[in-house]
């Protein structure tokens, strides 16, 4: 289920949520324990249906530098693993449904058919990563889909549940949410380029190449803090409580240089878990920020 990156799921929630309880001062536990639950299972989806389609490609080999993945190392059969994806489906629709019941209710049905087609698109996105015979994540698509799921669907969608609305400025967090998830793939798929190429499996990192690789990594997490610096300027006169979230710029920094200096492709993986927990600690930060 790849725990270590589980906290950038949680990160759109509690920055959509952020944004709703400072702009509106509205708060719903329900809304957020089940927006909670339902983006764990999306992502532990995508991670079981990622683990199920490159080892059936065979792109999961001996030659892969990462950790070993489940179907990998022969702890769980493919067929195994297949069933998990469709439990994690099922899971994912039904809290997703849940979820939709406490936000919407019966009184906004064209609320809750509108999330209900995103939901399945989300559903179908996890799945289609790697599996199937055109799978996103093998032409260079996966980037993209990150950035819309993991920021503007997930941060903006959030919102929308608690307060049944769209407020543009929004998407500026949900940017920079949506760049450094973006940077954590990017970071997988620069550790993995050698073997990716061998298994036919064509990433952004590829087409641009190692060194062009590393720079746009830098430029996604400048983007995304910049993203935040924007909207805390633009939605009101600042107050030095309204820049908590810089405490965890350090880390935004100090990863780029370590991501410049970096050239050999196994030294990329130990950079994951990191970016996830900092973009965690940013969003809480950042909650932190809209409160006080």
């Known amino acids: 289920m790849r725990l270590r990156t589980?906290?950038?799921?949680?990160?759109?929630?509690?920055?959509?949520?952020?944004?709703?309880?400072?702009?509106?001062?509205?708060?719903n536990i329900n809304i957020f324990i089940l927006a909670c639950i339902t983006t764990i299972c999306l992502q532990v989806l995508?991670?079981?249906?990622?683990?199920?389609?490159?080892?059936?490609?065979?792109?999961?080999?001996?030659?892969?530098?990462?950790?070993?993945?489940?179907?990998?190392?022969g702890d769980i059969s493919l067929e195994a693993m297949k069933t998990g994806v469709i439990i994690a489906s099922i899971l994912s629709f039904i809290s997703g449904l849940a979820l939709l019941f406490v936000a919407f209710g019966w009184q906004y049905m064209i609320y809750t058919l509108l999330f209900i087609v995103i939901?399945?698109?989300?559903?179908?996105?996890?799945?289609?990563?790697?599996?199937?015979?055109?799978p996103y994540g093998y032409n260079a698509l996966g980037d993209l889909f990150v950035f819309?799921?993991?920021?503007?669907?997930?941060?903006?969608?959030?919102?929308?549940l608690y307060i049944k609305g769209f407020r543009i400025l929004f998407l500026l967090p949900a940017f920079t949410i949506g760049g450094l998830s973006a940077g954590v793939l990017n970071l997988n798929n620069m550790r993995d380029i050698e073997n990716d190429t061998a298994s036919n499996k064509?990433?952004?990192?590829?087409?641009?190449?190692?060194?062009?690789a590393k720079i746009y990594q830098v430029i996604l997490v400048l983007f995304s803090l910049l993203?935040?610096?924007a909207f805390t300027l633009l939605v009101e006169r600042p107050m030095i409580t309204s820049w908590v979230y810089l405490l965890a710029f350090p880390?935004?920094?100090?990863?780029?240089?370590?991501v410049l200096k970096t050239n050999v492709h196994k030294d990329f993986n130990?950079?994951?878990?990191?970016?996830?927990?900092?973009?965690?600690?940013?969003?809480?930060?950042?909650?932190?920020?809209?409160?006080?």
């Open 119 to 134: 939901g399945v698109g989300a559903i179908i996105a996890a799945i289609k990563y790697t599996v199937g015979k055109n």
């Open 251 to 258: 880390l935004f920094l100090f990863h780029c240089v370590k």
């Open 202 to 212: 064509i990433t952004l990192a590829i087409k641009l190449g190692l060194q062009n």
């Open 227 to 229: 993203s935040l610096v």
């Open 148 to 160: 819309l799921f993991f920021g503007i669907v997930g941060v903006v969608g959030v919102s929308f």
């Open 270 to 292: 130990p950079m994951l878990p990191m970016l996830a927990m900092s973009t965690f600690v940013l969003s809480i930060l950042f909650f932190m920020s809209r409160y006080m």
């Open 46 to 73: 995508s991670n079981l249906a990622n683990d199920y389609g490159d080892s059936k490609k065979g792109t999961d080999n001996e030659k892969r530098i990462g950790p070993l993945r489940a179907v990998q190392s």
């Open 6 to 27: 589980l906290p950038l799921a949680l990160s759109c929630i509690i920055t959509g949520s952020a944004l709703t309880f400072a702009n509106h001062h509205y708060f």
